[in-house]
Every structure is written in structure tokens, then in C-alpha cells.
């Protein structure tokens, strides 16, 4: 099920302003905080929601990357992990200053904020009364920050963008100067481009994100690849299909033709008796094979071309050939 628009959830405008932002958040994580409905799913999971477009539309980055996108092209972009990767969850509570136990946390987040910190104090003042007491809870806070146990290292937020690819440069790779926003900014990195990649495929450019936080490592950029049509050419993974198109008399009684590759053109023979939609291969001649050695295979499809109208010979020639059960 495609995801509600994070403006939406928190109820402002695309256009709000960071404290409008933050106030709505404020309002929403108060009504729907699991300390305040115990047991309550809906709650939890609306919670979970509100939490999840605030760590968006709180960091500029990543704002600025959702409403480029849309829902729907970053949530293809952003994994939830990467949503929260190198935000520190204590920013989604410390003005609250809500509670969280480790089992809310680990299921509203599944995970995907660990090495996040939590930060607990000032419940009372803020509703009034004390939070919810539970086995252990004054300890395991004690008015400090919390750890998530078996946190990994924080890592800076990572940097999506796409990678726009030409069929010849897929052929031959090599080198290509990719521009990005990162941060507000636009960069420029070099990118190796691999032989023979697919559209859909992504590269990673380790350190090449956003810079972490207190001098944790950066994060990466990823670029997702489209290579762009041939004008005759189809691809099916490293083998290339090509349709050329021959005469009925080529066809029954063969002939030799030229056709283009990717390395120039070549003459190739059709036998006598080609049927159409046959096939000649040539090998070698298609795309590397992506993270192997060699190429995959050129395939030239053979069309028969039948005339739409016929001249008074050629109709007595294909009385003929009737005649002779052809």
C-alpha cells in the first residue's frame, strides 16, 4: 500500500516552515505517544507515521530530496533505514522529553534507527502527570541518554541520484562526470561507468553522502542507472535482437546481407529457405556480459517482406509458383 504524503500526515502545507513543522509534530506525537494509549495498535502505528514524516520533513537534505521525488519516487529511493540512518532519534522526543522503552522503540522502528539515541525527562511537565511506570523503567533511563543495544556506528545519511546512460557507453564503459544535490548543493563526482549494466541497476560510491555527525564515517551515494533506448537495437540482458527485413525471393533462394553491430556493419548469408521470424546469430557481437568476462550474442531476426500490390508479372510468376506448389 503506497504511503500517505508525509505533509499530509502531519497536516501542513508543502510550503510550512520548520517551526510549522515542528509544532504540528509536537501536537501529534502528544495525542498518539504509546505512554499515553497503552495497547493501542492504531495509536502505535500512527505514531510510527507522524515520527517517520517528522525525521523527513525535519532535515533539510532530505525534504529537499522528497519533494523532488514525491512519495512514490522516495520510497522507491529511501529505505526506511535510510530515512533514519545518521538522525538522531533523540531530536524526535528531547522537547517532548517522551519516554520510550526499548520494546517500543524496537517495534515501531524495527531496527531501522539502531545506533539512534533516545532521551528521557520532563514527562510530567509536559502532560502534567507522571509517565507510565514500568518494570525497570526509572532505571533504565535515569534522566540520561540510551543506547540501543548492539547499535551500530552512526553513519551520515546517504545521497540518492541517478546515473543517465547512452547504449554506446554501456557498450564500451569507461568514465562519465555525474552531477548531484547534496545538502543543497550541487556536486560533481567521476563515475566508472561497468560494461554491459542494466537500467535499474544501482552504484555506490562509498563516502560520498552527507557528512556524519561528530566525526562518524560519511554516507554513500547511490546512483540509480538508465541506459537509454537504441534505435534499432533490443536488448535482453547481454544478447542484442535486431530485425532485418528480405525479399521473398531472397528468402527462398538466399542471399547475403549487411546488417550494423556495435563494432560496424557486417555481411552475413541467409540460406535458402529461411522461414521469417528466423534467426542468424552472431557470435561476440552483443553487449559485456555485466561483472564477467566476454560478450553476449547478436541475433538478426529475419522478416519477410510481402508487397502489398503486384504487377501483372509478378502476378503470372506467382501463378506459377502456385502452379509448382510453391
Do not use: C, W
Request: glycine residues 14%; aromatic residues 8%.
Amino acid at each position: 500500500m503506497a504511503k500517505r504524503d508525509y505533509y499530509e500526515v502531519l497536516g501542513v502545507k508543502k510550503s510550512a516552515h520548520e517551526d510549522e513543522i515542528k509544532k504540528a509534530y509536537r501536537k501529534l506525537a502528544m495525542k498518539h505517544h504509546p505512554d499515553r494509549n497503552p495497547g493501542n495498535k492504531q495509536a502505535e502505528e500512527r505514531f510510527k507515521e507522524i515520527n517517520e514524516a517528522y525525521a523527513v520533513l525535519s532535515d533539510k537534505g532530505k525534504r529537499q530530496q522528497y519533494d523532488q521525488f514525491g512519495p512514490s519516487g522516495f520510497s522507491q529511493r529511501f529505505s526506511q533505514e535510510d530515512i533514519f540512518r545518521g538522525f538522531d532519534i533523540s531530536d524526535l522526543f528531547k522537547d517532548l522529553g517522551f519516554s520510550t522503552t526499548n520494546d517500543v522503540f524496537s517495534r515501531m522502528f524495527g531496527g531501522a534507527g539502531r545506533g539512534a539515541k533516545v532521551h528521557y525527562g520532563g514527562f510530567e511537565d509536559l502532560f502534567g502527570q507522571k509517565g507510565r511506570q514500568g518494570a525497570g523503567f526509572e532505571d533504565m533511563f535515569s534522566g540520561g541518554e540510551y543506547q540501543t543495544r548492539g547499535a551500530a556506528p552512526l553513519k551520515g545519511q546517504d545521497v540518492h541520484s541517478e546515473l543517465n546512460l547512452t547504449f554506446q557507453e554501456v557498450a564500451s564503459g569507461g568514465e562519465k562526470k555525474v552531477k548531484f544535490q547534496k545538502g543543497g548543493k550541487v556536486e560533481e563526482v567521476t563515475v566508472k561507468i561497468p560494461p554491459g549494466i542494466e537500467s535499474g541497476k544501482k552504484l555506490r560510491l562509498a563516502g560520498k553522502g552527507m557528512e556524519g555527525r561528530r566525526g562518524v564515517p560519511p554516507g554513500d551515494l547511490y546512483l540509480k542507472v538508465n541506459v537509454a533506448e537504441h534505435p534499432f537495437f533490443k536488448r535482453e540482458g547481454s544478447d542484442l535482437t535486431l530485425d532485418k527485413e528480405i525479399k521473398i525471393s531472397e528468402a527462398l533462394l538466399g542471399t547475403t546481407i549487411e546488417v550494423p553491430t556495435l563494432d560496424g556493419s557486417k555481411h552475413i548469408k541467409v540460406p535458402p529457405g529461411t522461414q521469417s521470424h528466423s534467426r542468424i546469430r552472431l557470435k561476440g557481437f552483443g553487449l559485456p556480459h555485466f561483472q564477467g568476462g566476454g560478450r553476449g550474442d547478436e541475433f538478426v531476426r529475419i522478416l519477410i517482406k510481402h508487397p502489398k500490390s503486384l504487377t501483372e508479372k509478378q502476378k503470372k510468376l506467382a501463378e506459377e509458383m502456385k502452379k509448382e506448389g510453391l
